[in-house]
């Protein structure tokens, strides 16, 4: 079974520096790899997702990820911090062709100060 | 029309009680989930229907009895609740089951059993 982890439960940067949100995957197979956000009180929202095409993906709101297969990472960064930024982010991954068994981390709570 | 619409927002329940929570979606999505997420954790998959069947139930206690009545929208009826289901309730729904679908998710129904 697949599964990540997130490293960091909490990360605070200040407005206008990189933000970078740390996740490992384990799969048996090549994997898809996702990043959601989350505000308070809401559902959670696609940033970007991995889905074995280029390795660098670029998402919604300046934020990107690179897949990297040597190290089982799939980092989550954006150049600059907004303040709109602060949410709680979940890496996730799931694997095979027709298996829906997503597998969300633990999250990462992103603080951003001005 | 990109939203899943949970209904209602907000439920709070005594242990005899019997509700249902509502989910709706006009997106043409034949896949749909129900997610359970406690505070300060990640979201752990529920159901799932494919094309308006049960494709997964994960070992979920039966006083959760989900209901697909049509492709639009997906019920979970509530019987004989505990205190600890107390949490956020998240419906979400994609294209089609498949692990490189992305996932729509609502806004939840912030559940309180008392």
């Known amino acids: 079974a697949q599964s990540v982890t997130q490293l960091g439960s909490h990360v605070s940067v200040s407005e206008g520096a990189l933000v970078l949100l740390r996740c490992n995957y384990s799969?048996?197979?090549?994997?898809?790899l996702f990043w959601y956000v989350q505000y308070p009180n809401q559902g959670l929202q696609l940033l970007l997702k991995?889905?074995?095409?280029?390795?660098l993906v670029k998402g919604i709101n300046g934020f990107e990820a690179e897949f990297k297969k040597s190290e089982t990472s799939f980092h989550l960064t954006k150049p600059s911090a907004h303040m709109s930024d602060a949410a709680e982010y979940f890496c996730?991954?799931?694997?095979?062709?027709?298996?829906?068994?997503?597998?969300f981390g633990a999250g990462t709570r992103l603080t951003v100060k001005p | 029309d990109t939203e899943v619409t949970q209904t209602p927002k907000h439920l709070v329940m005594g242990m005899t009680n019997k509700k249902s929570l509502k989910c709706e979606q006009h997106?043409?999505?034949?896949?749909m989930y129900w997610y359970k997420q406690k505070a300060k954790k990640p979201p752990e998959l529920m159901f799932v229907?494919?094309?308006?069947?049960?494709?997964i139930n994960e070992s979920v206690p039966s006083r959760f009895s989900p209901e697909c009545p049509n492709s639009s929208l997906l019920n979970l009826h509530l019987h004989a609740l505990q205190p600890e289901d107390s949490a956020l309730y998240l419906c979400?729904?994609?294209?089609?089951?498949?692990?490189?679908?992305?996932?729509?998710f609502g806004s939840g129904t912030q559940l309180s059993v008392l």
């Open positions: 979400a729904s994609s294209q089609i089951e498949g692990a490189r679908e992305k996932l729509f």
């Open positions: 799969s048996s197979v090549p994997p898809y």
């Open positions: 991995y889905t074995s095409a280029a390795t």
């Open positions: 996730a991954v799931s694997a095979g062709e027709n298996n829906n068994d997503m597998r």
């Open positions: 997106m043409g999505h034949r896949a």
């Open positions: 229907y494919s094309y308006e069947k049960l494709s």
